[in-house]
């Protein structure tokens, strides 16, 4: 406990990161998270149960919305690495973004009317401003905080902080709504308005949240070449020389199968198992073991570095799996205590993923050196490819979870008498949604760990690159300083 108050007291004492940019990078991913996890848990649900819309055009829906962030993410972190002013653009694109991110994230909750191609359009044009609203904030955000400081340490336990805020937020909104959804005795009706009511709360936090950071970070850039130097315009270029980026991005996407089967589970919780309120208890569960995680990674991160985290956390959580496909899911609290204890890894991990982006800014400045001779980071470039992965790693997991449900039988509400009527499913399409919370949850994890074990970006190889970083910083800020005096 003693050396958890002293991670604490240097968190706020940190003298490489001013604590009110430290608290206004955690507010704002706290708020964002809170309408990620609503609208990405349970929209595939709301769509199928209450909107009665099919597979197709949930698949169209989501396919076309990844076909437009793919385009707007590298424009995004373009105008973020080419604007070098001190007042900058970032907080300006929080801004804008946060209100559109949070009054879609609440009306794709809402069924408008008692037309299925009405409620499509709805739905198609709110998920569409969702996420390009979403992208604009994400890499905005994500670029202001790695700009904080070029110290790896520093970052290494700030990120590992504010993971418990991103952690905090994606609980909340998930935890909350099966409790309500429950209460509410099978009642169709208000079931679909219980569903819009946890939106519009965690939309209004969310929104105030997510204007903190607009008010508190600073815009700054922390490498700069030497003047008589032009940057080097191979912004994609050094991306592909990125391995320590391509790594984790294509373990992302392999991750997208894991996805899966988290956003089966809702089904799994309210139609297999015919208790939903399930899902709020387990999920308590989980996220105090991932807390115990995350804040065991100061102690544990002095063995294992942050690939090793996730490494290990895929392993681990897909042997929960492995041992949930050979129990079954006749004993709840059988089912409750595997998939809790598979969760256990998950903040830690969230930390880890943040840890290691931030350091591939740190490999593309001493690779651009030594492939170009221009030591050059374009964090807004990388995240902006990060999130480009992330939005085509979503389309696949909706395309894997769309097709899972309509090959296993899932039936969407109907519209009989001009009301829409919830379906019943037949046991094989019950037993159906097990598998599809269990085999993804077995591949989804211990693929990404394979993956994860060829980035050598590591160990003596990584401090050996960052000692020879810092005399690259130091000769091109000799440079600068020399030629300020000519």
Excluded at 213 to 224: A, G, I, K, Q, S
Excluded at 230 to 259: A, E, H, M, T
Excluded at 383 to 402: D, G, Q, Y
Aim: net charge positive.
């Amino acid at each position: 406990m003693g050396n958890f108050k002293e991670k604490l007291q240097s968190f706020k004492n940190n003298p490489d990161i001013a604590l009110r940019e430290q608290v206004g990078y955690i507010s704002g991913l706290l708020g964002n998270s809170m309408g990620q996890d609503a609208v990405g848990t349970y929209t595939d649900q709301f769509m199928y149960d209450y909107m009665g819309l099919k597979s197709s055009q949930i698949v169209t829906m989501k396919s076309a919305t990844t076909g437009v962030n793919i385009l707007i993410a590298p424009i995004v972190g373009a105008l973020l690495d080419g604007n070098s002013s001190k007042k900058g653009n970032a907080r300006t694109f929080m801004r804008a973004s946060a209100i559109p991110f949070t009054l879609a994230s609440v009306l794709l909750f809402i069924v408008p009317s008692g037309s299925a191609t009405f409620n499509f359009i709805w739905s198609f044009v709110l998920y569409l401003t969702f996420n390009i609203a979403d992208t604009f904030f994400d890499v905005a955000l994500s670029t202001l905080s790695v700009r904080m400081t070029p110290n790896a340490k520093a970052r290494k336990n700030f990120y590992t902080v504010a993971s418990l805020a991103a952690t905090v937020g994606s609980m909340l909104p998930g935890g909350l709504v099966p409790i309500i959804i429950e209460s509410q005795q099978g009642d169709y009706s208000s079931e679909k308005w219980a569903f819009f009511s946890v939106a519009l709360l965690f939309g209004i936090i969310g929104l105030f949240a997510m204007m903190v950071p607009c008010l508190t970070l600073r815009e700054r850039n922390l490498v700069l070449p030497p003047k008589d130097n032009k940057k080097v315009n191979i912004d994609f270029k050094l991306i592909l020389l990125n391995r320590p980026l391509l790594l984790l991005c294509l373990s992302q996407c392999v991750d997208s199968i894991r996805q899966v089967c988290y956003n089966s589970l809702p089904f799994f919780y309210k139609q297999t198992l015919n208790k939903y309120s399930m899902k709020t208890y387990v999920e308590v569960a989980s996220s105090a073991l991932s807390y115990g995680g995350l804040l065991a990674l100061p102690f544990t991160g002095r063995k294992f570095s942050s690939r090793d985290v996730l490494v290990l956390g895929y392993l681990h959580t897909g042997i929960c799996y492995l041992l949930l496909s050979l129990f079954g899911y006749k004993h709840l609290w059988i089912v409750g205590i595997l998939i809790a204890i598979g969760g256990l890894p998950n903040a830690a991990m969230g930390a880890a993923r943040r840890i290691l982006l931030a350091d591939s800014t740190d490999y593309m400045e001493w690779k651009s050196y030594k492939k170009y001779g221009v030591a050059q980071r374009n964090e807004g470039m990388i995240f902006a490819f990060n999130t480009m992965i992330n939005r085509i790693a979503a389309l696949w997991k909706e395309l894997l979870v769309n097709g899972g449900l309509s090959l296993i039988g899932y039936q969407s509400a109907q519209m009989i008498g001009g009301e829409m009527v919830e379906a019943v499913q037949t046991p094989k399409t019950l037993h159906g949604i097990f598998l599809l919370v269990v085999v993804p949850g077995i591949i989804g994890n211990l693929l990404p760990s394979l993956i994860m074990m060829f980035d050598n970006f590591t160990g003596k190889h990584k401090a050996k690159i960052m000692e020879e970083l810092e005399e690259i910083r130091a000769l091109n800020k000799a440079a600068n300083e020399e030629n300020e005096t000519v």
